[in-house]
């Protein structure tokens, strides 16, 4: 029987096949694979049908819909991604060498980089964001796995993206508040969602999802008058009336929905679509929402807002003895509304302004927060800074409102605004504001001077080292050691912990549980055994250290120039409380 040679060869198979093949491999191996031969070159370099399934599996669909609408060569916007990339993240790792001995925070002035990373292309503010809440999101997973991937995913490197986030965010934020509120459009539902978009910039909340989940609320409280008209007889075309369509609204949100009211202001219960998804709010979700659907339904009611309270106004034209109505927001019914003995006119004074809603619901999310300080929470105090609530010397967004003001007649506030295409006007105004104040000052802490890092050598009578987690005996709380001094001779005044010993001994600067720091004697601390992360602890920490690594913090390559020989002493607790090994 004859052999038959059969070519198996991959230059054997049609151009139609490859394409198919290689859409199972990372970008980098096909550019690899291009470069073998002219046919696989032409192949790859010229396949939009490839190039697309790679950039979508990469990016959002959103952004894909752009990119298709503007005519964007797939490829060319691969390339443009794959570099920015690589510049943002040589561009973070290089902050902590050059922040870390700084006594302010980084300021929008110190990222200005970014912001010309971010301004590049029409794209490249999507891209931007986009790549750095990949950082925030991936490390996070690398992170509570207890191990690292260096440099990039560290705490250090996080806590430094997440500050680039914020005033990246903050700043396009800045343009379209005052954008919106120069046409009168800062609807209550955009307030919250400017809100959320404000203090949790790793994450997307978009406008037109609210949008769509509000609808869908809309059409159940229209079948619900559907059926009750069915139900008396009514004529198809029949007019309800506005209290008839507020019954229906409240049957459905607090009925058929059942929705639950929670104290608490958090970002989940202010997320309008995690809301009406899981039926579990607050008031302030709660009144947005029904206000969103009663105007959708053609009933006007006006959300009021005042430092600490909130109320949901009606007006019956219909009943002229009972003007005014008040919706309960905890069980949705209408009621009158109480007259105040004080006020001379049973008629409402009040309207909505969307600035009184923004600051009750910073004021509500701050007192659910209590004592606890986060990321969150100083980006909630920024602003402050952008409205001009708050006076300090350090302002990130001093004079934003006012330039902003000043420019409201110029295309910018005309052109349409949306983050995944940004049109060069507003290029221009980010790159503006970025650039608005001078940098300030910078001033760096005295342990480094005349740019040498004063090293702290590890006595033999300091038992206990940078990074590890310990209790204190005394007042039983647990805490964090950030640094420490030989004796307390450092101290100006008498502490809590000038116990036996006095000064004579050696003293740690500390951050305990409720997140002050202070320091301890040595006398009154002991080792945890069986030590756990600590987690609302880590974003005031993380310019110090780089992860936890299941028995203690790791310095990071700066706190290691100051405290080099911290990690040979965790070692030794290490090996006689747990048998950990580093990663």
Same mark, same amino acid.
């Given at each position: 029987?004859?052999?038959?040679?059969?070519?198996?060869?991959?230059?054997? #198979?049609? /151009?139609?096949?490859?394409?198919?093949?290689l859409t199972n491999i990372e970008p980098r191996d096909i550019i690899r694979f291009s470069l073998t031969c002219k046919r696989f070159y032409d192949i790859v370099i010229n396949n939009d049908y490839l190039w697309k399934i790679k950039y979508s599996e990469m990016l959002p669909k959103e952004i894909v819909t752009v990119v298709e609408e503007n005519s964007c060569i797939w490829l060319r916007e691969m390339i443009q991604y794959y570099k920015l990339k690589k510049k943002i993240f040589i561009e973070l790792v290089s902050m902590s060498p050059k922040s870390f001995w700084r006594v302010y925070e980084v300021s929008i002035e110190d990222v200005r980089s970014f912001f010309a990373f971010a301004t590049e292309t029409n794209l490249s503010f999507y891209y931007t964001v986009h790549i750095l809440q990949g950082i925030v999101k991936k490390g996070t997973k690398i992170l509570d796995a207890l191990t690292i991937v260096k440099p990039l995913y560290t705490l250090t490197v996080m806590?430094?993206?997440?500050?680039?986030?914020? +005033?990246?965010?903050?700043? !396009?934020?800045?343009?379209?508040?005052? %954008? #919106? +509120?120069?046409?009168?459009?800062?609807?209550?539902?955009?307030?919250?969602?400017?809100?959320?978009?404000?203090?949790?910039?790793? $994450?997307?909340?978009? /406008?037109?999802?609210?949008?769509?989940?509000?609808? *869908? #609320?809309?059409?159940? =409280?229209?079948?619900?008058?559907?059926?009750?008209?069915?139900?008396?007889?009514?004529?198809?075309?029949?007019? !309800?009336?506005?209290?008839?369509?507020?019954?229906?609204?409240t049957q459905v949100i607090y009925k058929d929905e059942k929705f639950s009211v929670c104290a608490?202001?958090?970002?989940?219960? #202010?997320?309008?679509?995690?809301?009406?998804?899981?039926?579990?709010?607050?008031?302030?979700?709660?009144?947005?929402? !029904?206000?969103a659907v009663a105007k959708r339904l053609g009933v006007k009611c006006d959300l009021i807002a005042f430092p600490n309270h909130l109320f949901l106004e009606w007006k019956n034209n219909e009943d002229p003895s009972t003007p005014l109505f008040t919706i309960d927001l905890i069980t949705g019914s209408v009621n009158p509304k109480r007259r105040c003995p004080f006020s001379q006119s049973a008629s409402s004074e009040y309207e909505y302004v969307p600035d009184s809603l923004l600051q009750y619901i910073y004021s509500s999310y701050m007192k659910?927060? *209590?004592?606890?300080?986060?990321?969150?929470?100083?980006?909630?105090?920024?602003?402050?800074?952008?409205? *001009?609530?708050?006076?300090?010397?350090?302002?990130?967004?001093? $004079?934003?409102?006012?330039?902003l003001i000043e420019h409201s007649d110029t295309p910018v506030m005309d052109t349409p605004l949306n983050m995944t295409y940004i049109h060069d006007v507003h290029l221009q105004m980010l790159v503006a504001l970025a650039n608005l104040n001078p940098a300030p000052e910078v001033a760096y802490h005295t342990v480094k001077q005349h740019f040498q890092v004063s090293v702290k050598k590890h006595r033999s009578y300091v038992t206990f080292a940078v990074g590890m987690i310990c209790y204190h005996k005394v007042y039983n709380y647990m805490c964090i050691i950030l640094g420490w001094e030989l004796d307390g001779s +450092?101290?100006?005044?008498?502490?809590? /912990?000038?116990?036996g010993l006095g000064r004579d001994q050696p003293f740690y600067r500390v951050i305990a549980g409720d997140q002050s720091e202070r320091y301890v004697a040595q006398e009154n601390l002991m080792a945890v055994t069986t030590p756990f992360r600590i987690h609302?602890?880590? /974003? +005031?920490?993380?310019?110090?250290?780089?992860?936890?690594? *299941?028995?203690?913090?790791?310095?990071?390559?700066?706190?290691?120039?100051? !405290?080099?020989?911290?990690?040979?002493?965790?070692?030794?607790?290490? %090996?006689?409380?747990? $048998? =950990?090994?580093?990663?």
């Open positions: 029987m004859e052999n038959i040679k059969i070519n198996t060869s991959l230059t054997s #198979l049609p /151009d139609e096949i490859i394409s198919l093949i806590y430094y993206t997440k500050i680039v986030l914020r +005033h990246l965010i903050q700043t !396009y934020l800045a343009i379209k508040w005052v %954008k #919106l +509120h120069m046409r009168n459009m800062l609807t209550p539902e955009i307030v919250i969602t400017f809100f959320l978009q404000w203090i949790d910039p790793i $994450n997307i909340y978009t /406008d037109e999802e609210v949008e769509f989940k509000i609808q *869908g #609320l809309v059409e159940k =409280v229209k079948n619900v008058l559907k059926e009750n008209s069915k139900n008396s007889n009514e004529k198809e075309d029949f007019k !309800y009336s506005d209290k008839e369509v507020l019954l229906a609204l608490s202001t958090k970002v989940k219960t #202010l997320n309008l679509v995690k809301v009406i998804d899981e039926s579990n709010g607050n008031i302030i979700t709660y009144a947005v929402i !029904y206000h659910s927060k *209590g004592a606890i300080r986060d990321c969150k929470t100083q980006n909630a105090i920024h602003l402050l800074d952008f409205l *001009g609530t708050r006076h300090i010397n350090h302002n990130p967004y001093k $004079n934003f409102f006012t330039y +450092h101290l100006r005044i008498p502490t809590e /912990d000038n116990l609302r602890l880590e /974003d +005031h920490i993380a310019r110090e250290f780089t992860h936890f690594d *299941g028995f203690s913090y790791v310095p990071n390559n700066e706190k290691i120039l100051e !405290y080099p020989k911290e990690q040979l002493i965790t070692e030794v607790f290490r %090996k006689r409380f747990v $048998n =950990v090994s580093i990663p």
